[in-house]
Nanobody, 124 residues
Framework: QVQLVESGGGLVQAGGSLRLSCAAS????????VGWFRQAPGKEREFVAF????????YYADAVKGRFTISRDNAKNTVYLQMNSLAPEDTAVYYC?????????????????WGQGTQVTVSS
């Protein structure tokens, strides 16, 4: 089992930045690939970013490419999502999720473990 806890959400003005954290406990976190997803009210959960196990590869949804950066610190069992140039359309609950396969996946169903989510609200 892997337990995930997100933090770092909040209210920010358009153009601002936030850094989300996904802290893991349980099994060896370095063996798990991690994805960030988000869900806005009335919309389906959508893929945001992915980071594999070592050797690291990353992948981003087109909507956030160039603005968001995913990274991980295995010594701290934590994955981060640095979000810059935030816009109102980025408002959502952000979730991190983990899976044991290192292959890239944008599908939420491929992830075994999920955090409880953290709210990000961007005001215009």
């Amino acid at each position: 089992q892997v337990q995930l806890v997100e933090s770092g959400g909040g209210l920010v003005q358009a153009g601002g930045s936030l850094r989300l954290s996904c802290a893991a406990s349980g099994r060896t976190f370095s063996n798990y690939a991690v994805g960030w997803f988000r869900q806005a009210p009335g919309k389906e959960r959508e893929f945001v970013a992915f980071i594999s196990t070592t050797p690291l590869t990353t992948y981003y949804a087109d909507a956030v490419k160039g603005r968001f950066t995913i990274s991980r610190d295995n010594a701290k069992n934590t994955v981060y999502l640095q979000m810059n140039s935030l816009a109102p359309e980025d408002t959502a609950v952000y979730y991190c999720a983990a899976k044991s396969s290192r292959a890239l996946s944008q599908g939420a169903r491929m992830y075994n473990y999920w955090g409880q989510g953290t709210q990000v609200t961007v005001s215009s």
